[in-house]
C-alpha cells in the first residue's frame, strides 16, 4: 500500500543530553521511527491506549465470527460454506493474536474476555447488526472487510511492534475475506433480478454502519491527537473514512448496485467524492449497548464460554501432568 509508514530496525542515536526525561527519549524514539517493544520503558498511558486499543480490536474479532458464523449452516453450496467457515475461523486466529500482543503489555487475557462478557469492554458497532440473508454474507466480506483493510494496513507500522506484527499477518487474510465477499457480490448481481435485489438491499442495510466503523468525526474522537503523536494511529477517522468511499463508489458501480446516499458525488475540487451525514445518534446508541443484536452477541458469548468451561479445565490439567511427568523423568534420568 503507498500510504504504508516504515519503522526502521537500524541502530538510532538518541539525543545525548543527560537530562532529557525518560518520556522525552521515548518520543524521541517515536518520532524517529524506532518500534517499542514490551521490554522497552514506554510511559503508562501508552500502554494503557495500547491495550485498551488492541483489547477492543481482539473482542471484534471474536464477536465478529458471530454475525457469519450464523450462516455457515445455511450457506447456498459446499464451496461457499468451506470459503465461510475459513473466513470465520480466520477471524478467530485473529483474535487470539491480538489478545496475546495485549499480554506482552502486561494485559491478562482472563480479565479482558470477562470484561467483554460483563458488557463492560468495546467491541466494533459493525457486529450488532443482523445478518438477514445470505447478501449480507457477500456485504460483510466487501464493506466491513474493506473497511478493517482500510483502517488496519496503517496499524502494520504502528509504533508497538507485537501490534505492527500480528496485524500485517491479519491484513493478508482480510484481503482473501474482502476479494470473496466482493465474488459473493459479483455473483448475486450477475444472477437473477431476485437475487440482484437481495445485493442492493444488503449494501442499503451495511454501507451506513460501515462508515461508522472509522470511529467518531475527528473533532469528535477524543483519543486520536495522542494516539496520532504516539504513532498508534497513521491517519485519522475521517481520513480513512474518506479513503473507504473513494474506494467503494467505483466497486458498487461495477456490481451495478446503488449507494443508499443520495448526496454521494465526485468533487473536482478536492479529486474525493463527498457524502452525507452520517447518523451518529445512531452510532453512539449502539456503541452503548442498544443496537439490535448487542444482548444476543453478549449472550451468545457467554453461553460459548461457560459451554467451553471444561475443554478449559481438562487442557489446564493435560499441560499440568505433561510438565509434572517431564519433571519426573529430569529427576530420575
Ligand atoms: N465501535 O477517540 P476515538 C474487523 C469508541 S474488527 C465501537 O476515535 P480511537 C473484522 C472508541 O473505542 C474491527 N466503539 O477512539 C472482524 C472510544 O471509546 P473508549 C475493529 C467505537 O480508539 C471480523 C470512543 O468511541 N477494528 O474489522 O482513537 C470480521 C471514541 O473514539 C467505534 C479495530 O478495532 C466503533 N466503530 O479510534 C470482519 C481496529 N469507533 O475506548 C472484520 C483498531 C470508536 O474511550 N482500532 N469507538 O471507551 C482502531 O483503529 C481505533 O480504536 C478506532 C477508534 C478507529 C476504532
Not at 458471530?66 to 449452516?73: C, D, Y
Request: proline fraction near 5%.
Amino acid at each position: 500500500m503507498a500510504f504504508l509508514f516504515k519503522f526502521v530496525q537500524t541502530p538510532f542515536v538518541m539525543s545525548d543530553s543527560k537530562n532529557i526525561s525518560l518520556e522525552d527519549r521515548f518520543q524521541e524514539k517515536i518520532d524517529n521511527n524506532i518500534q517499542i517493544e514490551p521490554k522497552d520503558w514506554m510511559p503508562e498511558a501508552y500502554r494503557k491506549t495500547l491495550i485498551r486499543q488492541i483489547s477492543q480490536h481482539a473482542h471484534s474479532e471474536i464477536v465478529g465470527m458471530l454475525p457469519e458464523g450464523n450462516w455457515i449452516s445455511r450457506a447456498p453450496s459446499l464451496r461457499r460454506k468451506v470459503g465461510l467457515m475459513a473466513k470465520v475461523q480466520d477471524e478467530a486466529g485473529h483474535g487470539l493474536y491480538l489478545y496475546g500482543a495485549a499480554e506482552t503489555l502486561g494485559a491478562a487475557r482472563a480479565t479482558m474476555i470477562d470484561d467483554l462478557h460483563s458488557g463492560k469492554a468495546k467491541y466494533s458497532s459493525i457486529f450488532n447488526y443482523p445478518t438477514l440473508t445470505w447478501a449480507d454474507i457477500g456485504a460483510i466480506g466487501w464493506l466491513v472487510d474493506g473497511a478493517a483493510i482500510m483502517n488496519q494496513v496503517p496499524l502494520c507500522s504502528c509504533s508497538y511492534g507485537p501490534y505492527a506484527r500480528a496485524m500485517v499477518r491479519v491484513c493478508k487474510e482480510e484481503s482473501f475475506h474482502q476479494r470473496q465477499g466482493f465474488e459473493i457480490m459479483m455473483s448475486l448481481c450477475n444472477g437473477t433480478p431476485e437475487q440482484k435485489a437481495l445485493a442492493q438491499d444488503a449494501l442499503n442495510r451495511w454501507w451506513w454502519p460501515s462508515l461508522m466503523m472509522f470511529g467518531p468525526n475527528d473533532s469528535e474522537s477524543k483519543h486520536s491527537a495522542q494516539s496520532m503523536k504516539w504513532k498508534i494511529k497513521r491517519f485519522s477517522n475521517d481520513e480513512l473514512r474518506q479513503r473507504f468511499v473513494d474506494m467503494s463508489v467505483p466497486q458498487a458501480k461495477i456490481l451495478g448496485i446503488t449507494i443508499p446516499d443520495p448526496e454521494i458525488k465526485w468533487n473536482e475540487a478536492t479529486k474525493q467524492h463527498d457524502f452525507g451525514a452520517i447518523d451518529w445518534e445512531e452510532f453512539w446508541n449502539v456503541v452503548k449497548g442498544n443496537g439490535p443484536c448487542n444482548k444476543q452477541r453478549l449472550k451468545t458469548r457467554n453461553k460459548a464460554h461457560d459451554e467451553g468451561r471444561w475443554v478449559r479445565e481438562a487442557a489446564t490439567a493435560y499441560a499440568e501432568k505433561r510438565h509434572q511427568r517431564k519433571q519426573n523423568q529430569a529427576k530420575s534420568a
